[in-house]
């Protein structure tokens, strides 16, 4: 085979070298050892010696090319030898000897497979990253180093800012989840934690200086998640005029029922919450949620009743309403805001919710709009019960319990006429809860 | 401002520092007409003479005993080992000499020498002449050690080392000799111990020395097209060591990556983190300390094996990026 002529490397950080002149020219005999050509470093000129005895061939570089080291740059051919035809193939790639490896299912290197037995891991439980899903040392050592996901100790697994912070603020880390690598506990975790509910410290002022309350933990909350729904979620609102007398006297009904029963007295809002709850079942679209890449309409009914608080309010959340029956739909509510104004809620107990009411009729007020609460799809403000002028069809005029609900909307989700056909029928519901039986 | 290399940036501090001060003088194995195997000191013999440019023969430790004598006598020899490799034949004097005289002398004798020498892999020099061996002087008190990564740094800290009383081991590296920087041409030093913010950032602190700062930037632009905001603290001398610079930086992001050429175990990263560990960061670390050093082998000659064999820019992204992803 012929001999190459490369651009060879003479000095420790050389990665060109420039072609100064060629000594022989192409076809000429040459000897091995014999100077061939000059080629020039940015210190030096070197002469480049013939590296075999034949004929010189084949020159593809002319006096001033500046070439990378190892460029081959001419061939030496003995007698019967030919020019090689294009670029010079590729070194053979070496072959994966692997026939001394034990039969196994999982594909592994032998290291893997060695420090695997080392430490009795299962490659089976190993996910391989390299060639075909093949198990690498690498993929070995990432399951020997995880840290365990809880301590087994019992002890803590925090960062130091974690530590510091928590020392800082008072935090109990006990009290504390790690969303850190197997669990640990980081400094942003502890400053959640720190803003979850707690009583406001009330100061004292004697100036005219405006008292000063400081944007934290819930009041932060509820500033944050309203001016998002409120400046990215387009609001529609539906208000609709009931009137109240069937419900007040299905829940008299009710009540002489639960009275009899020596059971507690079912709330106006258990009602609400199940007719509330019935009228969903029927308009899946107001019981929905808007993301990014789809609309998801839940088939679980949570309807979360908004409690005012001292420091701000909270909205604790009835599950499956539907399924509940209006007593133990009571019950829940009575207890969830009793619990809730004792700052005793657990996060399952306000989480979840797929609709939200806010009754405000206990506080006189007639009508309002309510701001969604992320990331549902509605809610529904109620408005107090009271006598209002109401037109007969023969065209009298009577005094009737009458009260305003207004639906407030996601427009991206939930249309006119689908909100208008809820309200339809809730309106019915409310004005006949007897057709809860239907 | 004009450009030069870095190799050129030595070569003036070194110019500019002779035809000032009379004491300074040049003593290395070929230094004189060849250059230095690096051609550092290309043209100075030309410029000064024998007498102020010594070739010696091959002898690392006479000629740093020689050194170390002349600084004895008030001279500020600057002595160049052609590679950070055979310091290991010159560490006698340096090391129980040299560091030691002035203690021994409470004060009476002082050995004002620098020691240049070349550090590094890269060049397919192999196993003897790729060595970053820093950490076995920053072992050693009374001396200095200096690592330049810029050519503004290395002519500032170069002049700084030339005039201090004590003998600093100056580490170049091979791969830097030839990148540009601005260079005032006037005579300016960099106070030893003295880091430098190479570059501002906020989620991730990376400590990096040498060449390994310049790849921990470009790193760090690659992963600035991620979002992932890094700084890049270079701390230019490892002894004396600015530690307030990268306490306050590690502070400031909760997370550090240590980079550095020479082999893990036993390198000046396990420093560094223990500075780290022992400050008042310790209580701002959001997650562990992490070194990105050399293997624990040999600089193999084998091209595709001596890269792998350090941090490459691809390395110190991924790292960054587990670190500040809190994948560890």
Known sequence: MATEVILPKVDMDQETGTIVEWVKKDGEEVTEGEIILVIETDKV?????????????????????????????????????????????????????????????????????????????????????????????????????????????????????????????????????????????????????????????????????????????????????????????????????????????????????????????????????????????????????????????????????????????????????????????????????????????????????????????????????????????????????????????????????????????????????????????????????????? | MREITYLEAIREAMTQEMERDESVFLIGEDIGTYGGAFQVTHGMYEQFGPERILDTPITELGLTGAATGAALIGMRPIAEIMFMDFTTLASEQLVNQAAKLRFMFGGKASVPMVLRTPAGSGTGAAEHHSQSLENWFVHVPGLKVVMPTTPYDAKGLLLASIRDNNPVVFVEHKLLYKTKGEVPEEDYTIPLGQADVKRSGTDLTIVATSIMVSRSLEAAEELAKEGINVEVVDPRSLRPLDTGTIVESVKKTGKVLIVHEAVKTGGFGGELAGVIAESEAFGYLEAPIVRLAGREIPIPYNRTLEQNAVPQVANIVEKARDIVQLKV
């Open chain 1, 45 to 438: 000129a070197i002469d480049v010696e013939a590296p075999a005895t034949g004929v010189l061939q084949g020159i593809s570089a002319a006096p001033g090319e500046v070439l990378p080291i190892a460029t081959v740059i001419a061939h030496i051919l003995e007698p019967g030898e030919e020019l090689p035809q294009g670029p010079m193939p590729p070194p053979p790639t070496p072959q994966e000897t692997l026939a001394e490896v034990p039969p196994s299912t999982v594909p592994a290197t032998p290291v893997a497979r060695k420090m695997a037995a080392a430490h009795e891991i299962d490659l089976q439980q190993v996910n391989g990253s390299g060639q075909q899903g093949q198990v690498t040392k690498a993929d070995v050592v990432a399951v020997v180093s995880s840290p365990p996901a809880t301590a087994p100790d019992g002890k803590v697994y925090a960062a130091p800012a974690a530590r510091r912070v928590a020392s800082e603020l008072g935090v109990d880390l006990n009290q504390v989840q790690g969303t850190g690598p197997g669990g640990r506990i980081q400094s942003v975790d502890v400053t959640a934690a720190a803003q979850s509910p707690q009583p406001m410290p009330i100061e004292v002022q004697s100036s005219s200086e405006p008292e000063v309350i400081p944007l934290v933990g819930m009041r932060r909350t509820i500033a944050e998640r309203l001016t998002a729904s409120y400046q990215s979620i387009p609001h529609i609102n539906f208000t609709a005029r009931i009137l109240m007398d069937a419900f007040i006297a299905t829940r008299a009904t009710l009540n002489e029922h639960a009275e009899r029963a020596g059971e507690a007295r079912i709330s106006a809002t258990a009602l609400l919450v199940k007719l509330v709850s019935i009228a969903l079942q029927r308009h899946p679209w107001v019981n929905s949620s808007f993301t990014d890449e789809a609309i998801l309409l839940h088939r679980s009914i949570n309807v979360g009743v908004a409690v005012a608080l001292e420091e701000g309010l909270i909205v604790p959340v009835v599950h499956d309403a539907d399924k509940k029956g209006i007593a133990l739909i009571g019950t829940e509510v009575s207890d969830l805001a009793t619990r809730a104004r004792a700052g005793q809620l657990l996060p399952s107990e306000v989480g979840g919710g797929t609709f939200t009411i806010s009754n405000l009729g206990p506080f006189g007020v007639e009508q309002f709009e309510a701001i969604i609460n992320p990331p549902q799809a509605a809610i529904l403000a109620v408005g107090m019960t009271q006598q209002e002028a109401v037109p007969l069809d023969n065209g009298e005029i009577v005094a009737k319990p009458v009260m305003h609900i207004t639906l407030s909307a996601d427009h991206r989700v939930i249309d006119g006429a689908v909100a208008a056909n809820f309200m339809a029928e809730l309106k019915s519901l409310l004005e006949n809860p007897i057709l809860l039986s239907y």
